[in-house]
T-cell receptor, first 116, second 116 residues
Framework: AQKITQTQPGMFVQEKEAVTLDCTYDTSDPSYGLFWYKQPSSGEMIFLIYQGSYDQQNATEGRYSLNFQKARKSANLVISASQLGDSAMYFCAMRELGSSASKIIFGSGTRLSIRP | DTGVSQDPRHKITKRGQNVTFRCDPISEHNRLYWYRQTLGQGPEFLTYFQNEAQLEKSRLLSDRFSAERPKGSFSTLEIQRTEQGDSAMYLC??????????????FGSGTQLSVL
């Protein structure tokens, strides 16, 4: 069964520093996709970045990059030059292609707080 | 704005009452998902539709829960005989569908249900 694990319930980071949010996953499907979503206090889930299991390079989107280590089944999110607006919940998520289900499953999240 | 919209934003009800939530997806999206999120947790998959067909239901979805998407456009989620354990944020998401792992979900702002 597919599973996402986020072991950091909360993190505090100084503004302008880089931060890494951890995510490990478990799947037996060779074809899968990994996602990171941000959920501010307003509640709406915002897509940040995607990594496919066959992608050769780590995904990047502006200040966000995904450190994909396939053999270790980890997909950590790196936020460079953190900003006060980055304070939010961050969720790692996964979709398998081979499963009959098309759903995305989510981890339990990490609450990131940026200190000025 | 043509994002995913959910109504109502907040619902307070007494235990034993029935409630219904509505979700309007992005117009060209053929897949629609319902998730439930409790405080401090990640979203849990409930069910999803491709057009008007309900293709998967989670075991979390008891007989008191029913979802419909009658014309493949908007969807409703009904909870009968509400219990205090039903208190949560109910999130709706939509996507274009397809067979790729990179299909990302676009979320609404959710309906916060409080059962007294």
């Amino acid at each position: 069964a597919q599973k996402i694990t986020q072991t950091q319930p909360g993190m505090f980071v100084q503004e302008k520093e880089a931060v890494t949010l951890d995510c490990t996953y478990d799947t037996s499907d060779p074809s899968y996709g990994l996602f990171w979503y941000k959920q501010p206090s307003s509640g709406e889930m915002i897509f940040l970045i995607y990594q496919g299991s066959y992608d050769q390079q780590n995904a990047t989107e502006g200040r966000y990059s995904l450190n994909f280590q396939k053999a270790r089944k980890s997909a950590n999110l790196v936020i460079s030059a953190s900003q006060l607006g980055d304070s939010a919940m961050y969720f790692c998520a996964m979709r398998e292609l081979g499963s009959s289900a098309s759903k995305i499953i989510f981890g339990s999240g990490t609450r990131l707080s940026i200190r000025p | 704005d043509t994002g995913v919209s959910q109504d109502p934003r907040h619902k307070i009800t007494k235990r034993g009452q029935n409630v219904t939530f509505r979700c309007d997806p992005i117009s060209e999206h053929n897949r629609l998902y319902w998730y439930r999120q409790t405080l401090g947790q990640g979203p849990e998959f409930l069910t999803y539709f491709q057009n008007e067909a309900q293709l998967e239901k989670s075991r979390l979805l008891s007989d008191r829960f029913s979802a419909e998407r009658p014309k493949g456009s908007f969807s409703t989620l009904e909870i009968q005989r509400t219990e205090q354990g039903d208190s949560a944020m109910y999130l709706c998401a939509s996507s274009l569908g397809g067979q790729a792992t990179n299909e990302k979900l676009f979320f609404g702002s959710g309906t916060q249900l409080s059962v007294l």
